[in-house]
């Protein structure tokens, strides 16, 4: 048996990583632990790759993580991170993301993986921050990667945001893994008919207004990063 962190809304997850709900993150996990079950862990972008840094050096939780599922993680440095940061100074997430930086060296060293933990690399040719593409993958026996196109060729609109965030393959994946099922039983028919995930609403003001508050924090930490 397994436990889910609870996230039908990605946008009231993301509230809990605000300075005052800081605490709430860690509640998100006690169900699972009180219960004694392993949980699911789905992380996006450097948020699905944080949580290997934290089964490398504290080994105490990995008997409570069953399965990690990330979405377009940097698992190795992307090329687009040394772009970034040869052009404005960086915040310290972007550096870790760096060719060569110390985070990734530390991160994949000794072990990669920790068995009977699963890992779930779900990508996106047409990622736009995590290059070379590969650079999300883990090889070892108790991963599977597997790219949104490999089902769908032609969803370019589903990039390194969407992937992750609200895209209906991405979505159909990310269940197939939570089932433990093959990918092979996944048909272009079911992955590809729809492009939203369930409980997304282009057309609420809600959803919009949370992307432009999600993008104004990010606007507003890096001009706080230019101005130091």
Known sequence: PS??????????YLKCYKGENHRKRWILFLPGIRRKTRINIIGHSLGG????????????????VN????????????????AACSVVPCPIA??????????LYALN????????????????????????LNSSE???????????QDICRLRIFAEHLAAGIYDYCGYILTMNAL???????ISSDKCCSKILMPGINLTKT???????????????????????
């Open 109 to 132: 060293s000794y072990k990669e993986t920790f068995p009977p933990i699963k890992y779930t690399n779900i990508l996106s040719k047409f990622d736009e921050l995590v290059r070379p």
């Open 138 to 148: 883990i090889n070892a026996q108790c991963v599977k990667n597997i790219s949104i």
């Open 206 to 228: 809600e959803f919009i207004s949370k992307v432009i508050y999600s993008s104004e924090e990010h606007a507003r930490h890096l001009l706080y990063i230019l101005m130091k």
């Open 67 to 82: 399965h990690l599922i990330a979405f377009g993680p940097t698992n190795r440095e992307t090329i687009m991170a040394d």
């Open 94 to 103: 972007v550096i870790q993301q760096r060719i060569n930086s110390s985070f």
């Open 3 to 12: 436990y889910t962190v609870p996230c039908s809304n990605i946008f009231k």
């Open 49 to 64: 790759t944080l949580p290997r840094f934290s089964l490398r050096f504290w080994p105490d939780i990995r008997s409570m």
């Open 179 to 185: 089932n433990s099922q093959s990918f092979k039983n």
